[in-house]
């Protein structure tokens, strides 16, 4: 049965950094793209960054392009997100989804995102 549980959400100033983790369990890591997304109270869950299978290719939401960086570790089926620069945006939860339908001629953003963990609340303040 698979199993995703993400950690490393807290509490952040502006400004600063932090680095969530997602360890998944239940199926064979390494066949599958891995993706960031978060949603804040009241609003839609938004795409954040995506990684490909291998980890040679990254994706990410143009809000986050350059302050974000995915990646991922096989060994300990383990994808990353490290968050630098963080904006003040109040509280907000991550999760790391697990596509089950994902076509070589779509993009990231367009993948059944369909296995979803609990989440992990970031919370950056001002």
């Known amino acids: 049965q698979l199993e995703l549980v993400e950690s490393g959400g807290g509490l952040v100033q502006a400004g600063g950094s932090r680095r969530l983790s997602c360890v998944a369990s239940?199926?064979?890591?390494?066949?599958?793209?891995m993706g960031w997304f978060r949603q804040a109270p009241g609003k839609e869950r938004e795409f954040v960054a995506a990684i490909s299978q291998s980890g040679d290719n990254a994706y990410y939401a143009d809000s986050v392009k350059g302050r974000f960086t995915i990646s991922r570790d096989s060994a300990k089926n383990t994808v990353y997100l490290q968050m630098n620069s963080l904006n003040p945006a109040g509280r907000c939860v991550y999760f790391c989804?697990?596509?089950?339908?994902?076509?070589?001629?779509?993009?990231?953003?367009?993948?059944?995102?369909?296995?979803w963990g609990q989440g992990t609340q970031v919370t950056v303040a001002s």
């Open positions: 239940g199926r064979t890591f390494s066949t599958y793209p």
């Open positions: 989804p697990l596509p089950t339908f994902f076509p070589s001629w779509d993009t990231p953003q367009g993948y059944e995102w369909d296995s």
